[in-house]
């Protein structure tokens, strides 16, 4: 099993700035099959991005991802109010599929 | 436009088994490479996957879980059902159903890029007696 470990726990901001938030796999995720979501109390999870870099469908170009091997990170250019969320990154190169323990992004 | 939405109990007693279901739209479960999962969250903890069922029915569950698992699709309906049996306060959790086309390999049997791009808003299930 490919355990994920996000860094770090909670990431305390203000809006505008910028975020960086870190993925680290314990073997290496094969084809950059690493994928990042948001989550938001009552609403329904969002990808935002798939194959370590790719936004996904309808996701603004503050948002993006890198990394490959063992090391992926997330970045948010200038955080807008939406963003203050938990973010999860997610292996989908082996089974089973494993989540990161997430890292919350609130306002400073 | 994809959209699922998960339904079922709100509470369930220590030792019950749970259904929970999950009926969708914008897309069809017969329809090659589309599958539907299963995650859930335990208040403030992570999310964990729980189980995977592809448009030929092929199932795969989370290995510490599949004991009290069961994922079936019914396709007329749009719906995909997730039993889990002896259900405990530990598995208390918000419910999620999502969305996912994967690839598949033919030769081996194995499914490639199960990335969940649309998701429903969950169901919290609480365990109490």
């Known amino acids: 099993e490919i355990v994920l470990t996000q860094s770090p726990g909670t990431l305390s901001l203000s809006p505008g700035e910028r975020a960086t938030l870190s993925c680290r796999a314990s073997q290496s995720v094969s084809s950059s099959y690493l994928a990042w979501y948001r989550l938001k109390p009552g609403q329904a999870p969002r990808l935002l991005i798939y194959g370590a870099s790719s936004r996904a469908t309808g996701i603004p170009d503050r948002f993006s991802g890198s990394g490959s091997g063992t090391d992926f990170t997330l970045t948010i250019s200038r955080l807008e109010p939406e963003d203050f969320a938990v973010y999860y990154c997610q292996q989908y190169a082996g089974s089973p599929l494993t989540f990161g323990g997430g890292t919350k992004v609130e306002i400073k | 436009q994809i959209t699922l939405k998960e339904s079922g109990p709100t509470l369930v007693k220590p030792t019950q088994t749970l259904t929970v279901t999950c009926t969708f739209s914008?897309?069809?479960?017969?329809?090659?490479?589309?599958?539907v999962g299963w995650i859930r969250q335990p208040p403030g903890k992570a999310l964990e996957w729980l189980a995977l069922?592809?448009?030929?029915?092929?199932?795969r569950y989370s290995p510490s879980l599949k004991s009290r698992l069961t994922i079936t699709k019914d396709t007329s309906k749009n719906q995909v059902v997730l039993t889990m049996t002896n259900m405990d306060p530990v598995d208390t959790a918000t419910y999620y159903c999502?969305?996912?086309?994967?690839?598949?390999?033919?030769?081996?049997?194995?499914?490639?890029?199960?990335?969940?791009?649309?998701w429903g808003q969950g169901t919290l299930v609480t365990v109490s007696s």
């Open positions: 999502a969305h996912t086309k994967p690839n598949y390999d033919i030769l081996t049997g194995y499914y490639y890029n199960c990335r969940f791009d649309y």
């Open positions: 914008g897309f069809s479960l017969s329809t090659s490479e589309v599958g």
């Open positions: 069922i592809f448009w030929n029915d092929d199932k």
